[in-house]
Each structure stands twice: as structure tokens, then as C-alpha cells.
């Protein structure tokens, strides 16, 4: 007796190119997930995380801008310090993302899209005086921590524990470690000479 023998699917080296399908998930869709969590509750705290993540990645690409474009004589420490906090940003842009694929929403993810909803105002094109780059970001700064405690609030209210988490011990604390830093640096102080020294450098009677 004849023995059929299993068909052998062929397999090439090339790759698949140009293929198309239909979306498995929909933008504004919410699928269900195992969490122990109401769908009303995912579905408030995706629209809230979306939102944030907008204005998240605008800061984000705010300080990699002011990296780039950066000058003066705090020139060198400005431009490590807007690097830094570009990277801490784009982490926190991770962690929004996946929180809300863990609520079973679907993350915004391209610049057009985010341009479209972020709440921060959108800089020129052109290079601006260190002043006006802080005032920027620290207006930015407090756009995103505004609506952070807002919705960290209402994450609370629903019982949305892994969102409220995310919001305070990461955003919140982030954000204002940043505000602190780039502040620090309009303070209005003289760089050499306290004020009430005399010109040989005593103090003033």
C-alpha cells in the first residue's frame, strides 16, 4: 500500500515584498484583554495616554531641536543636557506606548498624526536665543504635567492602578526633575562678581 507522502511547501530566500491586507486593529478600536480591568476604564485611560504621548513625543523632539540648534556660551553644557533629557523623554515615550497596547488600544505612532493632536505649540523652523528655547520647553514641560495629574486622577477614580503608576512614578517625576534643570539655567545671577562686592572684591560696607 501506498504510503501519501506530506506535500513539501516550497520556501525561497526572497523576500515577500509589496504585500497588502486589511488593518487587524483599527486606530480607534479597543480589543479585550485579560487584566482584570472595564473596558469603559481602558477605553478613558487609551484616549488619555494617546493624547499624552503626542505631547510626549513633542517634547521629546523639541529638546533633540534645541540640542541641535543651541548656542552661546552655555553652549556645551546645554547641548549634553538637552541630549539627556531627549533620551529620559523617548523612554518615557516607550512606556506610554506599551501601556496603552496593554490596555488593548492602539498607540499613535507617526509625526503627522501626531501634529495634528499634540496641545504644544508648534517652534519655528529656524534657530532661536537659549531663553526663548527654555521658555519653549519649560511651557511644554507644564502643558505635559498639567494633564499628566489630571489624568492620574481619573485612572485613580477608575481603578486604572498600572496607569496612575506610570503617570506619577515615571511622568510626573521625570518631567519635574527636567523643569528643575532647565530653570535653573534662567536664573537671572551674576557669573563672577556678587552683587554688593566693591570693584577690588570686598564687600560693601
Known amino acids: 500500500m501506498n504510503k501519501s ?5 516550497a520556501h ?3 523576500p515577500l515584498t509589496g504585500q497588502h491586507a486589511h488593518e487587524i486593529q483599527a486606530f480607534s478600536s479597543l480589543i479585550s484583554m485579560p487584566i482584570a480591568l472595564a473596558q469603559d476604564a481602558r477605553r478613558k485611560s487609551v484616549d488619555n495616554l494617546n493624547q499624552l504621548l503626542a505631547d510626549t513625543i513633542t517634547l ?5 531641536k ?3 540648534q543651541v548656542a552661546g556660551h552655555t553652549f556645551y553644557q546645554l547641548h549634553l543636557l538637552f541630549d539627556k533629557h531627549f533620551g529620559e523623554q523617548n523612554e518615557l515615550v516607550d512606556m506610554i506606548a506599551e501601556r496603552i497596547m496593554m490596555l488593548g488600544g492602539i ?8 501634529a495634528e493632536i499634540t496641545l504644544i505649540p508648534r517652534p519655528p523652523r529656524g534657530r532661536e536665543a537659549v531663553p526663548v528655547q527654555i521658555s519653549r520647553l519649560l511651557h511644554a514641560h507644564e502643558i505635559v504635567l498639567k494633564e499628566v495629574r489630571t489624568m492620574a486622577r481619573q485612572a485613580t477614580g477608575d ?3 498600572g496607569t496612575n503608576d506610570l503617570l506619577v512614578s515615571n ?3 521625570t518631567n519635574e526633575a527636567q523643569v528643575w534643570f532647565v530653570a535653573e539655567h534662567v536664573v537671572d545671577e551674576p557669573l563672577v562678581r556678587a552683587d554688593g562686592q566693591d570693584d577690588d572684591g570686598r564687600n560693601g560696607a
Open 171 to 173: 511622568l510626573i517625576r
Open 12 to 14: 525561497s530566500a526572497a
Open 66 to 68: 534645541h540640542h541641535w
Open 60 to 64: 521629546r523632539d523639541l529638546y533633540k
Open 159 to 161: 481603578g486604572d492602578d
Open 5 to 9: 507522502r506530506p506535500t513539501r511547501i
Open 107 to 114: 498607540s499613535i505612532a507617526m509625526s503627522a498624526d501626531v
